[in-house]
């Protein structure tokens, strides 16, 4: 086998990984491993093929071609929510939150999501206080504690952005898969959501796709470079900033 | 512990009419003789029958976003079963009843199966079109009445000498109670951990497959649930009737069904109960008016239903609600 | 011979599958271009059936009926579009499915008011009156192979209008991304109008050619509309060729099933039992097809390109 070296060592690898729209490559026999405790940082630009990937690595589109291991376990052919069940979770590039939910509700959908089935008819989740007391404090954490009642559709664009991050670690996940997290942030909230990722960095394994290269060099342990689907470069962000092709093909210099 | 219903809640716009709408529900055997109108014991039996329908299609339609244009289907098959039931001399209450709801879960099941691997329009047409499938079936039973329906000599027995169905008043009360718990049951669902996955559902689909709930299951059962309590509305309806036609399945009795839950206001626990009375009472307002209109009331109705559409939204509920809270911003 | 019956009941099946194209063609155009969900789209093939009986009255030729009535429905179609569908547009499919069903009620009281409850007939010109013998001694009504070339004439004729000319390209851009045909500078709403005017002239010519067969009366454009939904939903939603191949799978099917399915019933089952369950089993057989179909392709059996 290849490309795993350390098979303890490694939270999710894809090989070879292929996907086909038509007759376009989105995804071309792309191979990489994200080690356990790491931030891996996917970069590439538009049309690269990023949210493609996120897409089959969290189960929402199937590969045509390849494997997907994640914890030890082939989940190439699972579902997303068997994959989020066994602690891989994402955020997502466009805003998906339930807006006629209290951020709170919110929250607690997360955990809940993770407490075993749901086949519970009875007893009102208002009253269950295992549910609600760690979805404020997960909401405390990520800086919406004072906006726990408010309607999730009635939060700003950048408290949405904190409430997207907010579900994706309220089930302790082992993994995340954030899909541009800084979409749509002013400077200041990007860089308050950079500081939130780098306080949790080690807790959990985090992929990370994103567009804002400040924030990618400053959080990433290790980069990979999309282009057309192919990795054309995967390495520690220096050995990356100082790749030439990466710079011709991406970073726009020449 | 939470009190049972929340005294507070009464105090809202729409808990008064909540309250209004039970009050009356539940004092018209008194109030109807005494205006000398007691044919109106009559028509809130037969409301609060489909008041039950619509509560429980409001469970999948106004919580679950699964807009059933068929779910007469299972109206049907409570009072069918009865029906035949008792056309083959079986008239005991713990056969018929256990034997009409198992079926409406099953039919629910199958039903639910097929529709829920669509989505919208598909959904829509899906559901009409499966329930239609049942109505063809009970036209083209013979035996039981075709077109002209199957007449029930007896209603169920209980077996209770005090608890005898033959008596109105009795069943009356009955329909009565059966509304109250489903209302109730409701409650109890749309707020428990499987109703939040439900709504949530409804709410952001793929958002809940990311966090880890196979939603479609859920959804299905829900299904199931609503088709359940729409079977027990038609028990209830087969007892009251002694009477079962394939007009009770037929798809116009499923866009009355939605019409009331929008009329009351979906998504709110109480709202279909208040669109089953005021689409009852209207209609027979409307029909027992002297002249054209009492003769082509429809004409009214039509366009009325359109409007509701049009300018209402949120029903009664929702315009009580926005009333009460205009009024509430001048003061 | 069996044969003789077999092939009359298989031409019976295809013209009941013609009268289905009128329907579902017209129903599948106004799903796939507006994403309007019509439950009213039953009214007009009422309406046709109605205004081409008054027209056969007024001026005693049933052509003449025709040719005055298509007119009249297209008419009748945008007036209905300008008043009451266009606000609908914008609204989700619950609302449209409540506000589509108040027009039936509408439409069957109205109706009922300016032309009474009895049904009305539309008598035939000698000349489509008889049979015609066809080959392997087959004699079949003239009138019935007068409505399958109807059909087939009018499926050509969409065909042509949706893939040669221009207000066809536009439908085309229309269906597939509304946007970019209003960013060409199309005309939407002209375009909705116009796509809902023939959609119902369509659907009150099938109203029309089959009321010398059966008769015009209240509530028959709601028996057909929903042979009608199982037929856009097998062939997919927006497809013109799947309605046109779904329309004759579930007209034949329907009457053949009919015909036929008590005897095949006989080679399993004892007789009275067959006799029992057949009618009750073909009456079920198209919405066990399409169960069947949509448990396999969710999508009907065409679906669009482009379609989510």
Known sequence: ?254 | MKVLLDIQALKTPRGIVATIVVLLCGLMPIIAPAIGESFYVDVFARTMIWAIAAVSLNLIMGYGGMISFGHAAFFGIGAYTIGILAFHGVTSAWVQWPVALILSALVGLVFGAISLRTKGVYFIMITLALAQMLYFLSVSAQRYGSDDGLTINDRSDFGIGFFNLDDDLTLYYLIFAVLLLCVYVSWRIVNSPFGMVVRGAKSNDNRMQALGYPTTRYKLTAFVIAGVMCGMAGVLDANLEEFVSPDALNWPRSGEMIFMVVLGGMGSLFGPVTGAVVFWLLQDFLANWRGFIGDHWAIIFGPFLILVVLFARGGIHGLVDRLFSRKGGAQ | MNYVLFAEQFLNGFQLGMILFLLAAGLTLVFGIMDLVNLAHGSLYMLGAYFAATFSHLTGSFVWAILLAVPAMVAAGIIIEMIALRTLYARDHLDQVLATFGLILFFNELTRIVWGPEGQVIPLPAYLDGSVALPLGIDYPVYRLVIIGCGLAVALGLWVLVSKTRIGMLIRAGSSNREMAGALGVNIATLFTVVFGIGAALAGFGGMIITPITQAEVGMGEIILIQAFVVVVIGGIGSIKGAFIAAILIGVIDTMGRSFLDLLLLFILPANAAEAAGPALSSMLIFILMAGILFFRPQGLFPPKGAR
Do not use: C
Request: hydrophobic fraction near 45%.
């Open chain 1, 1 to 254: 086998m290849t490309g795993v070296q350390d098979p303890l060592a490694s939270m999710l690898s894809a090989e070879s990984l292929i996907k086909n729209f038509g007759g376009i490559v989105a995804t071309d026999s792309l191979s990489f491993d994200v080690a356990q405790g790491e931030i891996h940082a996917i970069i590439g630009p538009n049309g690269a093929g990023k949210t493609t990937l996120i897409s089959q690595l969290s189960g929402t589109l199937m590969p045509d071609g390849g494997q997907i291991r994640f914890d030890g376990s082939d989940i190439t052919r699972m579902t997303a929510p068997q994959r989020a069940r066994r602690g891989l979770a994402r955020s997502f590039q466009i805003t998906s939150i339930f807006k006629d939910f209290s951020a709170l509700d919110n929250v607690v959908l997360a955990i809940q999501a993770h407490r075993g089935h749901s086949f519970r008819f009875w007893r009102p989740v208002v009253d269950d206080l295992s549910l609600r007391d760690p979805a404020r404090a997960v909401l405390e954490e990520v800086g919406l504690g004072a906006r726990a009642d408010v309607l999730a559709g009635n939060l700003a664009h950048g408290e949405q952005r904190q409430l997207e991050i907010a579900m994706a670690i309220a089930s302790e996940p082992k993994m995340l898969l954030l899909d541009e997290p800084m979409a749509g942030m002013g400077p200041e909230e990007s860089e308050r959501m950079t500081a939130y990722l780098r306080s949790i960095k080690g807790r959990y394994t985090m992929l990370l796709v994103e567009h804002d290269m400040d924030a990618v060099f400053a959080l990433a342990d290790t980069i990979t470079v999309l282009v057309y689907g192919r990795a054309i470069a995967s390495g520690p962000p220096d050995t990356i900033r100082a790749n030439a092709e990466v710079r011709a093909a991406y970073l726009g210099e020449d």
